[in-house]
């Protein structure tokens, strides 16, 4: 099956700088990335997602870009802010009713 | 609009009682539906899974066990609680057949003592 691979555990970052967070999947056939961010008591919530056929998408402040080659995604978050600190989930999905496999999570702190 | 509503969001029990949890999605038919764990704050097991009624596949043999018994119904149950099973548990739905997010219930909080 699936495995998805999550990196840094923890990350720590100035108010302003730039975060990223790196996750890699083993099987090729998935085709929809995902990243959840989940605030501390609460469920997970989505904040972008990119499909297969799409290199790179941006939201505001937030970007996500695939490597389907190498088989990586990443999380980039850029003009941090404290609101930003939360932990972050990458997942990857081939499309099948199981859905959804996660990594392992990035504590994410910004510094005010 | 689709919501999801979980409950407890806290719930202590002793080891050896029962357990049930209870998940409903609103505003859509036919979810697929998700029962995870989460550990220490961190990585989501998925527990069970579920693409219709009374169908329920499990990921993780666990004292644990989900059941469907309506469309928009999921329920997480143990007939004994083992110190193990603490954690913090979520329950997700999806739309079915489509490769889209998975939403998330606010959480149950599980302390067994």
């Known amino acids: 099956g699936e495995n998805v691979e999550q990196h840094p555990s923890t990350l720590s970052v100035q108010e302003g700088d730039s975060a990223v967070i790196k996750c890699t999947y083993s099987?090729?056939?998935?085709?929809?990335f995902p990243w959840y961010k989940q605030e501390l008591g609460k469920g997970p919530q989505l904040i972008i997602d990119i499909r297969s056929n799409v290199g790179e998408k941006k939201d505001q402040r937030i970007a996500v870009t695939l490597n389907k080659t190498a088989k990586h995604f990443s999380l980039h978050i850029t003009e941090t802010q404290p609101e930003d600190s939360a932990v972050y989930f990458c997942a990857a999905s081939m499309g099948t009713a199981r859905q959804l496999t996660f990594g392992s999570g990035t504590q994410l702190t910004v510094l005010p | 609009s689709q919501t999801i509503h979980q409950w407890p969001a806290t719930l202590v029990q002793p080891v050896g009682s029962p357990l049930s949890l209870e998940c409903t999605v609103e505003g859509t038919s036919n979810p697929n539906l998700y029962w995870y764990r989460q550990a220490a704050g961190r990585g989501l097991q998925l527990l069970f899974y579920?693409?219709?009624?009374?169908?329920i596949s499990s990921e993780v043999p666990q004292n644990l066990s989900a059941s469907r018994p309506q469309d928009r119904q999921f329920i997480l149950s143990s007939k004994k609680l083992l110190l193990s099973d603490s954690g913090f548990y979520l329950c997700?739905?999806?739309?079915?057949?489509?490769?889209?997010?998975?939403?998330f219930g606010q959480g149950t909080r599980l302390t067994v003592v």
């Open positions: 579920s693409v219709g009624i009374g169908q």
């Open positions: 099987d090729s056939a998935s085709n929809y």
């Open positions: 997700a739905w999806s739309v079915t057949g489509a490769n889209t997010e998975a939403f």
